[in-house]
Structure formats: structure tokens, C-alpha cells
Nanobody, 127 residues
Framework: QVQLVESGGNLVQTGGSLRLSCAAR????????MGWFRQSPGKELEFVGA????????IYADSVKGRFTISRDNAKNTAYLQMTTLKPEDTAVYYC????????????????????WGQGTQVTVSS
């Protein structure tokens, strides 16, 4: 098992940047593929991006492509979501998620594919 704790959410102006962190505790973090999702009030949980266990393979939603970057430091048991050129529509609670997947460079884009979730961190982008 792995426990995930997000941090780094904040209030930021349009065009600003934030870096979210997802710290993992428990089982070896390097065995897990990671994903980031977000949810705005009244909306469904939305896929943001994902990486393979090594971080060597990543994928992003079209809405954030070119603005958000996923990285991870397995030695520190931490994944990151670097967000730049933020827009008001990026306002949401952001969640990281993990699934055991060490047998290939796979990432996962659907929430149902993940077994472990953090508690979420609020990102608010003011216009």
C-alpha cells in the first residue's frame, strides 16, 4: 500500500505558476504509475496528466498540454505537477493518484485504473 499527500495548492493570479507535490508514504514509490486529476465545483473529476513508474513516459489532457508538466523523484518518493500560465478555468481541487505498475512504461488516464488517492489540494486562479 501507499499513502499519498498533496501540497502546494494556493491562490494565484491568471498567468501565474504553481508547483504541486505528491508525497508518497509506505510501499516503494518507484513501483507506481502516477496520475493527476482535478475537480471543480459541480463538475466531474477530470484527468490532468499521468506518468509511468519511471517518469519517462507522460501524457496530458489537451486542456493543460504545453502548460503543465509532470515529474517525479523516486528517491524522494515525490511526484510533482508544475503548472504555468494558469487560467481561471484551472481552478479546482487537484488530486494525485497511484497504481502499482512496474512492468513497463505505462501510464493510465482513467480514474478507475488507480488504487490510491491523496486528499486533494485547492488551486484557485483569480482573474
Amino acid at each position: 500500500q501507499v499513502q499519498l499527500v498533496e501540497s502546494g495548492g494556493n491562490l494565484v493570479q491568471t498567468g501565474g505558476s504553481l508547483r504541486l507535490s505528491c508525497a508518497a508514504r509506505g510501499h516503494s514509490f518507484g513501483l507506481y504509475a502516477m496520475g493527476w486529476f482535478r475537480q471543480s465545483p459541480g463538475k466531474e473529476l477530470e484527468f490532468v496528466g499521468a506518468s509511468s513508474w519511471s517518469g519517462g513516459t507522460t501524457i496530458y489532457a489537451d486542456s493543460v498540454k504545453g502548460r503543465f508538466t509532470i515529474s517525479r523523484d523516486n528517491a524522494k518518493n515525490t511526484a510533482y505537477l508544475q503548472m504555468t500560465t494558469l487560467k481561471p478555468e484551472d481552478t479546482a481541487v487537484y488530486y494525485c493518484a497511484a497504481v502499482l505498475s512496474y512492468n513497463g512504461p505505462y501510464y493510465y488516464t482513467h480514474k478507475g485504473q488507480y488504487d490510491y488517492w491523496g486528499q486533494g489540494t485547492q488551486v484557485t486562479v483569480s482573474s
